[in-house]
């Protein structure tokens, strides 16, 4: 079992940034693959960001690209988002997710551990 808090979520002003942290603890979580998830309210839950076990490779939702970074430190069990410029409808509830198979990043059925997600929330 994995176990995933994530944090660092709030209410930010359009063209701001705020940065995301996932912590895992559990099974030895920087051996695999972690993505960023999000929902918005009445949409479905999207693909992010998603980053391999050693941090080499990453990829991004092209709605967020340019914008957000995605990162890891596998001595802290911990990944984490940079979101820059913001815009309103980055406005969602995020999610971490690990990925024990680190096939299929960009869709939610690749993932096997789900936090409880942050909000974030985008003034105009």
């Known amino acids: 079992q994995v176990q995933l808090v994530e944090s660092g979520g709030g209410l930010v002003q359009a063209g701001g940034s705020l940065r995301l942290s996932c912590a895992a603890s559990?099974?030895?979580?920087?051996?695999?693959?972690m993505g960023w998830f999000r929902q918005a309210p009445g949409k479905e839950r999207e693909f992010v960001a998603a980053?391999?076990?050693?941090?080499?490779?990453?990829y991004y939702a092209d709605s967020v690209k340019g914008r957000f970074a995605i990162s890891r430190d596998n001595a802290k069990n911990t990944v984490y988002l940079q979101m820059n410029s913001l815009k309103p409808e980055d406005t969602a509830l995020y999610y971490c997710?690990?990925?024990?198979?680190?096939?299929?990043?960009?869709?939610?059925?690749?993932?096997?551990?789900w936090g409880q997600g942050t909000q974030v929330t985008v003034s105009s």
């Open positions: 980053i391999n076990w050693s941090g080499g490779n990453t």
């Open positions: 997710a690990v990925a024990v198979l680190g096939k299929r990043l960009w869709l939610d059925v690749g993932y096997d551990y």
């Open positions: 559990g099974r030895t979580a920087s051996s695999y693959a």
